[in-house]
């Protein structure tokens, strides 16, 4: 095994993964937002020709997919595993884009968290000698998720302002062992936290203490602090939850000043009526996918950490009463 592990959480790889290309598919709404230009592809509508929004999300992640290996020139044939996740019932999604890329098939759940699980799993898996090239991919849906965890679309129902809008979009990104490109150099695996948040129209407030831990148990691994990133960006927290993870991480004497960020503040600006900010597992996948690699090739950013925050919970724990624990799996890319 080539990784090393270093202190309780953080694995540090010995030959770093390299990124060789992304792809991302966006929505209208996520096209008209401020990172608009930044993807690849903005479908005309949510439902992107197909019969139901399911099936458009599991045809985005398709499409993100080949996409990513259309940059980079590579056949399906050389890849070893497809890594994938979604926040449906049984990754439905992702299954389903499985079957059709038939592909060897690690599907993951992190919630919000999937992108980072799994640029994280999977350069465990190149840099443990197990792998040459793995294509990572998430998706999300703002019609399947709300069917699914919330309430109907044709509802109509009023938000809470605390509320965040879930993305449709997929991003996937293509890991070699070789290449040129940027690199993926650590990795910290994030404990599930739960501070008894139960309102799930509050995403950001059950995900934060889970960040701030695995942000403040990266910096003590790694034995760096903020100043050393070009850039750190959660996932999903919104300006919700971005706002109290600075503060817990303020209140255990780390200041991240101004170069931490949240992916579901940048996707959406405040006139798009999307209250907290963006969420679900689409976000981070698309703002990652596109502007931040597109911006470390560029030189913009040199050393970033992308931190994916998921609240892992269901519709019936809600219903039951449960809490909703959360958690934060963070992985280092420098250019």
């Not at 294509?135 to 809470?160: F, I, K, N």
């Not at 996937?172 to 404990?191: C, D, F, N």
């Not at 695995?214 to 602090?225: A, G, K, R, S, V």
């Not at 101004?258 to 405040?270: A, E, K, P, Q, R």
Request: glycine share 12%; net charge negative.
């Amino acid at each position: 095994m080539n990784l090393k592990r270093v202190g309780n959480q953080t694995v540090v790889f010995a030959n770093p993964p390299v990124i060789l290309s992304s792809y991302s598919v966006v929505g209208p709404k996520e096209g008209q937002g401020p990172l608009g230009k930044s993807f690849d592809k903005v479908c005309k509508d949510g439902i992107n020709g197909e019969k139901s929004w399911e099936v458009a999300e599991s045809k985005m992640l398709q499409e993100a997919m080949q996409g990513a290996m259309d940059q980079a020139s590579i056949q399906k044939e050389q890849i070893d595993f497809m890594l994938a996740g979604d926040l449906l019932n049984q990754i439905i999604s992702s299954n389903f884009a499985a079957r059709q890329m038939a592909l060897p098939f690690i599907g993951l759940y992190g919630a919000c968290s999937t992108m980072a699980l799994g640029l994280a799993v999977g350069s465990m898996l190149i840099d443990g000698g197990f792998a040459e090239k793995i294509l990572v991919g998430v998706s999300s849906h703002h019609d399947t998720a709300e069917r699914q965890y919330r309430l109907p679309t044709e509802q109509g129902s009023q938000r809470a302002l605390s509320a965040q809008w879930t993305v449709t979009g997929a991003g996937s990104v293509l890991l070699s062992s070789s290449g040129v490109g940027p690199r993926i150099t650590s990795a910290t695996i994030g404990k599930v936290i739960d501070f008894a948040v139960k309102d799930v129209n509050n995403m950001g407030a059950a995900m934060a203490p889970a960040v701030a831990d695995t942000i403040l148990n990266h910096f003590q691994d790694i034995q760096l602090q903020p100043t050393d990133y070009s850039l750190i960006a959660s996932g999903d927290l919104g300006g919700v939850g971005l706002g109290l993870a600075c503060e817990l991480l303020k209140q255990s004497g780390i200041d991240t000043g101004t170069n931490f960020t949240d992916c579901g503040v940048l996707i959406y600006d405040h006139t798009q009526d999307v209250h907290a900010g963006g969420s679900g597992c689409g976000c981070s996948s698309v703002v990652f996918a596109g502007d931040i690699l597109k911006r470390i090739k560029a030189g913009e950013l040199n050393k970033v950490m992308l931190v994916g925050s998921g609240a892992l919970h269901s519709p019936t724990s809600a219903l039951q009463g449960e809490s909703i624990p959360g958690i934060g799996h963070a992985v280092v890319i420098e250019k």
